[in-house]
């Protein structure tokens, strides 16, 4: 039986564990599309949620025991029975999510490539080591190692419901934590889902991935659980509440939030690949992209031409939850009245309505705008929906400014024929990610970390950085043999310490 029809068939429960604890009620998630129930749920209160915390802290003692090569071997499990099941997964994706099923493919196969990424990469990055001792510490050997952090408790948004909270689950997996994790109450279906693909790839350490559902309560219990680390991503609204109550227990976040990723268009970019890509990034899966396109700052040399072949574009797309639609319906329907308000504010201020600018049902239409104030709702706030601001900027340089000017820099992309002129940009863009000449692959380099700056948040999950996000650092000193003249001791000659300011003279005084 697929697994989806097992978790159907315990509906009211979710990963076969969750039954065993306390709840208040139920929820239902629904399809987007249809309106049709997916899954009920429970509701798991405050004590709930620390039970389930209590068994992923027994578990996580023994998935840190079995060590690198041990866990390795687990995830790969992991990784093939989700490999095996792809399309059932993206199935369940389509129906909660209602995004098409091929871009639910493409971003449970991401979401892959990371598992196994992280899981490879954990010993080299995280295993123990020798660093130099140094000159005050000669007789000393020094050790450092990244160690987990016991339980990660993993607070997920419903736009990528498997992309985004594996950028999470498998690195705090490799690094030899457990994961207890609270998705989205619009995604819960594919959150049970991955709980239930891991016990039954990884029955020996089952405990080691649980999983809890809810409301916003349900997280905010998560969060005074006694978890190591609140790994959250979402708004940066419900970020702010995430990192108070977190703070009533000293629990450490990460803060993976909202963009309003901007794309510079330079005088000498391929346009017709630079439109391309930017109608891509703003409208697929909706909008409903933390890194997608939601600004275009075009020099006047393309303006013209950008804003046509856009244009164009965006005419041949073809929302809907058909086989072949270009995007589907916004997962959560309140999102729409945030679009309308944005053109609506738009216009009023001045700019032009180039395309789209209508809602119909759960499906907004693909929407350009140009030329709006900076001052703007869409231009200042994460709209979140299929559109796309274009602005005429004099060069470049006027288009970094303008693209930094945002409270929020979560991604970015720049389209320029010099790559020289276009590094410069990128490391100047502010923002935790830029693409040169495409838009958001640095998502799918599982080497590179993933994370914002301002209000979209601190920290990082991917590549190396995000291994260590999810571990504390361990020094280790091991004294090898005793100096003739301990500086650490009472005993110590006065005198010691005359010779060491002289030595100190010779080796830092000369530098000015
Ligand atoms: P929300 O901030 O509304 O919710 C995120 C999660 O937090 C949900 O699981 C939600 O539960 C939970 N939550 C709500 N209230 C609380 C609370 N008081 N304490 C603890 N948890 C709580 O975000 P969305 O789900 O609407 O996701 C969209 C946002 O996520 C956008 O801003 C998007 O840009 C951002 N995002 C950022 C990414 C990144 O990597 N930087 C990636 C993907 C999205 P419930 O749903 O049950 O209310």
């Not at 905010?220 to 959250?232: E, T, Y």
């Amino acid at each position: 039986m697929p697994l989806s029809e097992e978790l159907d068939s315990v509906s009211g429960t979710t990963a076969g564990t969750v039954d065993r604890h306390g709840t208040a009620g139920t929820f239902e998630s629904t399809n987007p599309a249809t309106g049709a129930v997916v899954g009920v749920f429970p509701v798991h209160d405050a004590d709930a949620v620390r039970e389930t915390v209590e068994q992923a802290r027994a578990a996580a003692e023994r998935w840190a025991a079995l060590g690198f090569a041990e866990r390795r071997l687990r995830l790969a499990a992991f990784r093939g029975y989700l490999a095996r099941r792809v399309h059932e997964l993206a199935d369940l994706v389509h129906r909660e999510n209602g995004k098409p099923h091929d871009d639910a493919i493409l971003e449970i196969t991401l979401a892959i490539d990371h598992l196994a990424w992280a899981a490879a990469h954990a010993p080299r990055t995280l295993g123990p080591r020798r660093v130099r001792p140094g000159l005050l510490a000669a007789n000393q050997a020094a050790y450092l190692e990244y160690q987990p952090l016991g339980v990660v408790g993993v607070i997920g948004p419903w736009n990528y419901p498997v992309f985004t909270p594996m950028g999470s689950i498998a690195y705090a997996l490799a690094a030899g934590n457990a994961v207890v994790f609270k998705p989205s109450e619009f995604t819960p279906a594919v959150g049970a889902w991955l709980a239930a693909a891991w016990r039954a790839a990884v029955p020996d350490v089952a405990d080691a991935f649980q999983l809890v559902t809810g409301y916003g309560e349900t997280g905010a219990a998560l969060c005074r659980a006694g978890v190591g680390k609140l790994a959250f991503t979402g708004s940066a609204a419900t970020g702010r509440k995430v990192m108070a109550t977190c703070a009533e227990t000293l629990t450490p976040v990460l803060m993976e939030l909202g963009g309003k990723d901007a794309m510079i268009v330079d005088d000498d970019a391929d346009v017709v690949a630079a439109a391309d890509a930017a109608v891509w990034g703003a409208m697929s899966n909706a909008g409903q992209t933390c890194i997608g396109i939601e600004r275009v700052y075009a020099t006047s040399a393309v303006y013209d031409r950008f804003v046509s072949e856009v244009t164009r574009r965006v005419g041949d797309l073809d929302p809907g939850s058909h086989e072949r639609a270009t995007y589907g319906p916004m997962t959560m329907a309140s999102q729409t009245d945030v679009v309308r308000r944005h053109v609506a504010d738009a216009v009023a201020a001045g700019g032009t309505l180039a395309a789209g600018g209508t809602v119909d049902g759960g499906y907004v239409a693909p929407t350009v705008l140009l030329d709006v104030p900076e001052s703007s709702a869409a231009v200042r706030e994460e709209t979140f929906g299929p559109t796309l601001t274009i602005t005429r900027v004099a060069d470049a340089e006027e288009g970094l400014t303008r693209a930094n000017a945002s409270s929020m820099g979560l991604g970015g992309s720049v389209f320029s024929g010099s790559t020289a002129r276009a590094m410069d940009l990128a490391r100047r863009m502010r923002s935790g990610m830029t693409a040169i000449n495409s838009v958001l692959t640095f998502a799918s380099v599982p080497a590179l970390p993933f994370g914002g700056v301002g209000e979209s948040g601190f920290g990082r999950i991917h590549g190396e950085d995000g291994l260590r996000e999810f571990s504390r650092a361990k020094a280790i000193t091991r004294q090898r043999f005793p100096l003739p003249v301990d500086l650490l001791s009472f005993s110590r000659p006065a005198a010691a310490f005359d010779a060491l300011a002289r030595v100190t003279g010779l080796l830092h005084g000369r530098h000015r």
